[in-house]
């Protein structure tokens, strides 16, 4: 009897094992689809942008892509940031004093000539065992752009499957495909400007030429609008696009800049998504 009751016991004990292992699987299992399947919308979402951008910007285009959030863990400065470097394959490896904070940094490049995405990770303790992780992907050139999205798919994978709680963004920047400011037949000084000043109407014109083009793409509907003498920005709900930003209790996927460059002469489109975090 005593046998039977052990064997009884023995058994019970074995089958809560394999219930939780298997429980333990199945998390895993779900939480790795759900970070390939964020991971996969950023891809969707920059290729989108690409096509896009295509009518917006003339000459080359410079994109930045960034993977950016929190990371809980108890490993040291060196040894949390060598763990991403490793996984993400980045070998240049050092460390930087910014603002009294130790930084550190990893650089690599994939690709040869023409065709190079660039990389770069940043890790800065917050508190122990909390860190604040930087991911920033640029392409070299126009030649690498088709392989942005892939690249950005492939290593914000890498960080989520890590634990980092990490969000996507990202920009594209280059020279507005619209004719110079000098054609424009009231781009002339006035009363109101000083010398060298514009007048508001073109960027203005300018820019609504930009969101047609845009809307040819992208199901787009405005929420938040800036204008000065310019500089044109508005931001925009997107059906199209999956990956999505709070601001002013409304969901943003994308943000359109123009802004007159003084120095060039010419004006610089910005196109971000959610939200442009760089400058424009």
Same mark, same amino acid.
């Given at each position: ?6 064997i ?29 399947? =964020?991971?996969? *919308?950023?891809?969707?979402?920059? *290729? ?43 070998? /240049?490896?050092?460390?930087?004093k ?28 917050q508190?122990?065992?909390?860190y ?8 070299g050139? /126009? ?10 798919? *492939? ?28 054609d ?12 060298? =000043? ?16 845009m ?12 204008? /000065? ?10 059906? /199209?696009?999956?990956?999505k ?18 120095e060039? =002469?010419?004006?610089d489109? *910005?196109i ?9």
């Amino acid at each position: 009897m005593k046998n039977r009751w052990g064997i009884l016991m023995v058994a019970i004990v074995v089958g809560a094992i394999i219930i939780k292992s298997l429980n333990t699987a199945g998390t895993a299992a779900m939480a790795d689809a759900a970070y390939s399947a =964020e991971a996969a *919308s950023s891809r969707t979402q920059l *290729s989108q942008l690409l096509a896009a951008s295509e009518g917006l910007i003339q000459g080359s285009r410079q994109a930045t892509v960034k993977w950016q959030g929190e990371w809980h863990t108890m490993l040291s400065l060196e040894v949390a940031g060598e763990r991403l470097a490793d996984r993400l394959g980045l070998a /240049d490896r050092y460390t930087e004093k910014v603002h009294g904070n130790q930084v550190f940094y990893a650089e690599g490049s994939s690709g040869e000539a023409e065709d190079v995405i660039h990389g770069k990770l940043a890790l800065t303790l917050q508190e122990e065992g909390s860190y604040y992780v930087i991911l920033r992907l640029e392409n070299g050139a /126009d030649e690498s752009l088709q392989r942005l999205p892939q690249a950005g798919e *492939s290593w914000g994978e890498l960080l989520l499957r890590e634990g980092v709680r990490a969000k996507w963004n990202a920009a594209l920047q280059g020279e507005a495909a619209v004719v110079s400011a000098p054609d424009w037949p009231d781009f002339w000084q006035n009363d109101s400007a000083g010398a060298g =000043e514009a007048n508001p109407m073109p960027a203005l014109a300018a820019f609504a030429k930009l969101e047609s083009r845009m809307k040819e793409q992208l199901k787009l509907r405005a929420a938040e609008s800036f204008a /000065d003498e310019r500089t044109v920005s508005k931001s925009y709900s997107a059906e /199209d696009l999956p990956i999505k930003a709070r601001s002013a209790g409304q969901e943003i996927s994308l943000q359109l800049a123009l802004h007159w460059n003084t120095e060039s =002469e010419r004006y610089d489109v *910005s196109i971000g998504s959610p939200l442009l975090t760089v400058e424009y």
